[in-house]
């Protein structure tokens, strides 16, 4: 009930197409879903971040889209350029507790 | 605004020795979780200090400690260091435990 299940591994992209990220949960008590981008030899870097009680969140060209029945959410990058190639990870986390329950990451290509 | 702080970035240990390892988070942030990232686990959590309290602990042995300062930083130690330990070791922090979690740039820990 704790995992997190994040599709595809790996994803190439030509620039200026769109990049989609898909994750999965079980534990309904979570209520907190942020992505975080992490390039080689980097910590992971907060993009964005949705709570429940919204179905889609947007700042930029990075989308969050959140379906609570089905227990998903997706990463979308708009308008893909080759400075967004990194290893991107979804996460999940219950009120309360600070602890985050990473997928296994998605390592995207975009190429020029 | 400084970010998370890890010191050393970089240590190579034996087998059998222990390592503390250092984090310093941002200005004000009151919580800090410590996770572990390896090529095969992916990012794991290991602990959550609040206000000096461990508040959560991850699936990691007991050779695996923390603790938290008055002033908010944070070190780990891991004892009776084995092969399987050697990993990026992430600090993040965040005002409280629902907040944004920010990472540092982790410590690369080499068990030979």
């Known amino acids: 009930q704790q995992q997190v299940k994040q599709s595809p591994q790996s994803l190439i992209v030509q620039k200026g197409g769109i990049s989609i990220i898909n994750c999965a949960y079980e534990n309904t008590a979570f209520d907190y879903f942020p992505w975080y981008q992490q390039f080689p030899g980097k910590g992971p870097a907060l993009l964005i971040a949705i709570r429940p009680d919204v179905s889609e969140k947007k700042e930029g060209r990075f989308t969050i889209s959140f379906n609570k029945s089905a227990k998903q959410f997706s990463l979308h990058i708009m308008d893909s350029q080759p400075g967004d190639s990194a290893t991107y990870f979804c996460?999940?986390?219950?009120?309360?507790?600070?602890?985050?329950?990473f997928g296994q990451g998605t390592t995207l290509q975009v190429k020029p | 605004k400084a970010g998370v702080t890890q010191t050393p970035r970089y240590l190579i240990k034996t087998r059998g020795q222990q390592v503390t390892l250092s984090c310093s988070p941002i200005?004000?942030?009151?919580?800090v979780s410590w996770y572990q990232q390896t090529p095969g686990q992916g990012l794991q959590f290991l602990f959550e200090?609040?206000?000096?309290?461990?508040?959560n602990k991850g699936n990691f042995p007991g050779r695996f400690s923390g603790r938290q300062f008055s002033n908010s930083r944070s070190e780990m130690n891991v004892s009776t260091l084995e092969l399987g330990d050697s990993a990026l070791y992430l600090c993040?922090?965040?005002?409280?435990?629902?907040?944004?979690?920010?990472f540092g740039q982790g410590t690369r820990l080499t068990v030979v």
């Open positions: 200005s004000g942030h009151r919580s």
């Open positions: 996460a999940a986390s219950k009120r309360n507790t600070g602890k985050l329950i």
């Open positions: 200090y609040f206000s000096e309290t461990q508040r």
């Open positions: 993040a922090s965040s005002w409280g435990p629902d907040s944004e979690a920010f």
